[in-house]
T-cell receptor
Framework: TQLLEQSPQFLSIQEGENLTVYCNSS?????LQWYRQEPGEGPVLLVT?????EVKKLKRLTFQFGDARKDSSLHITAAQPGDTGLYLC?????????????FGQGTILTVHP | EAGVAQSPRYKIIEKRQSVAFWCNPI?????LYWYQQILGQGPKLLIQ????????DSQLPKDRFSAERLKGVDSTLKIQPAKLEDSAVYLC?????????????FGAGTRLSVL
């Protein structure tokens, strides 16, 4: 079983602060996805990273895929209350496991005004 | 484009009762997934269908859970009998057969409370 460990599990910060969420595994993934989930809704895809060392930016969010494709990070600059939610990383593999995602346990982010 | 539809949104039952959830994936998506998400945790895959065939059901508790996708479109997930630990959100997701990078589209889920 491949495990994705996310840290921290809980994050409570003030508006304007920066934060980083980590997603680590001992397994190699063909791609890694980050989702955000709000209460009462399903996860919504934020970004997919595919290449080792890849960095993608989405407004104030910066995503990085580790060189060995085993880990990833999500950095949020100047967090806003609207960023509050559950952030999930999910690893994907190719071959016969194509389509199957392994999710981390999630990071619950609360941004206070 | 309509998203993944799930019903009901909420369900409250007593332990040992039966319950069923319904999912209609995005039109044309061949692959359908059912996940169980316990409060504050990441989703755990229960079963994956490709068209009307099961690809992976290794984490489905088959003594009480069953799922079908008879016509390769919508799907139902059933629990019989329910236990307290089945309280969770049940998410359905779909993806096209050869979509880019394993992207899955999720429904809003059904929140099940077993009392």
């Amino acid at each position: 079983t491949q495990l994705l460990e996310q840290s921290p599990q809980f994050l409570s910060i003030q508006e304007g602060e920066n934060l980083t969420v980590y997603c680590n595994s001992s397994s190699v993934f063909s791609s890694l996805q980050w989702y955000r989930q709000e209460p009462g809704e399903g996860p919504v895809l934020l970004v997919t990273v595919v290449t080792g060392g890849e960095v993608k930016k989405l407004k104030r969010l910066t995503f990085q895929f580790g060189d060995a494709r085993k880990d990833s990070s999500l950095h949020i600059t100047a967090a806003q209350p609207g960023d509050t939610g559950l952030y999930l990383c999910a690893g994907a593999r190719g071959g016969t496991s194509y389509g199957k995602l392994t999710f981390g346990q999630g990071t619950i982010l609360t941004v206070h005004p | 484009e309509a998203g993944v539809a799930q019903s009901p949104r909420y369900k409250i039952i007593e332990k040992r009762q039966s319950v069923a959830f319904w999912c209609n994936p995005i039109s044309g998506h061949a692959t359908l997934y059912w996940y169980q998400q316990i409060l504050g945790q990441g989703p755990k895959l229960l079963i994956q269908f490709q068209n009307n065939g099961v690809v992976d059901d290794s984490q489905l508790p088959k003594d009480r859970f069953s799922a079908e996708r008879l016509k390769g479109v919508d799907s139902t997930l059933k629990i019989q009998p329910a236990k307290l630990e089945d309280s969770a959100v049940y998410l359905c997701a779909s993806s096209p057969l050869w979509g880019p990078k394993n992207i899955q589209y999720f429904g809003a889920g059904t929140r099940l409370s077993v009392l």
